[in-house]
């Protein structure tokens, strides 16, 4: 039973254009969210977050939008560069627990 | 900066010997965590901790053990090797907070069982 899906295995984007990582979960008790980013062979690092009291946080280039009606969140690259070519994940988290769900990634190709 | 250090990197394993794989942090951050992450899918929890002494299971515990007796260190055990345990196994840890911290991850030990 996956709680957070990722539905689009990869993503190939032209640079300069935007992209756009899709993320939906189930559990209605996730309440904060959080993106990411892992190159081959390291770990995954961190890259922006969202508390279920917003519906946008913006950081530079990188903007995560939240729908609770909809059990969907979004992550935009604006503009995308080739070293934004990695796998993103997206995560989630009910701020009571200590646990963390992670989706299965989305591969992100930006082409120069 | 170390950050999160996971030694061996790669280990090759025979079914049925055990080893343990190694975890520390220099942040003196709380809590703790144990991932494997299996091909096409995504990280899996099978340990955590909250501080020293206290541990707890995570969503695939089964084969594995922790223990964590200083703030620094979080070793992961597994005792009798299976092919199904072969994966990339991420140690991670996060400050106060709890799940709402970003956590910070190591990079990973490759391991196969054959």
């Known amino acids: 039973d996956q709680q957070v899906k990722q539905n689009s295995p990869s993503l190939s984007v032209q640079e300069g254009r935007i992209s756009i990582l899709n993320c939906d979960y189930t559990?209605?008790?996730?309440?904060?969210f959080l993106w990411y980013k892992k190159y081959p062979a390291e770990g995954p690092t961190f890259l922006i977050s969202?508390?279920?009291?917003?519906d946008k946080n913006e950081d530079g280039r990188f903007t995560v939008f939240l729908n609770k009606s909809a059990k969907h969140l979004s992550l935009h690259i604006v503009p995308s560069q080739p070293g934004d070519s990695a796998v993103y994940f997206c995560?989630?988290?009910?701020?009571?627990?200590?646990?963390?769900?992670f989706g299965a990634g989305t591969r992100l190709f930006v082409k120069a | 900066n170390a950050g999160v250090t996971q030694t061996p990197k790669f280990r090759i394993l025979k079914i049925g010997q055990s080893m343990t794989l190694q975890c520390t942090q220099d942040?003196?951050?709380?809590?703790m965590y144990w991932y494997r992450q299996d091909p096409g899918m995504g990280l899996k929890l099978i340990y955590y901790?909250?501080?020293?002494?206290?541990?707890d299971k995570g969503e695939v515990p089964n084969g594995y053990n922790v223990s964590r007796s200083t703030t620094e260190d979080f070793p992961l055990r597994l005792e009798l090797a299976a092919p199904s345990q072969t994966s990339v196994y991420f140690c991670?840890?996060?400050?106060?907070?709890?799940?709402?911290?970003?956590?910070?991850f190591g990079d990973g030990t490759r391991l196969s069982i054959l």
């Open positions: 995560a989630a988290s009910d701020t009571g627990g200590f646990k963390t769900i």
């Open positions: 901790s909250v501080g020293a002494g206290i541990t």
């Open positions: 559990n209605s008790m996730f309440d904060y």
């Open positions: 942040m003196n951050h709380n809590y």
């Open positions: 969202i508390s279920s009291i917003k």
């Open positions: 991670a840890s996060s400050g106060a907070g709890g799940s709402t911290q970003p956590q910070h």
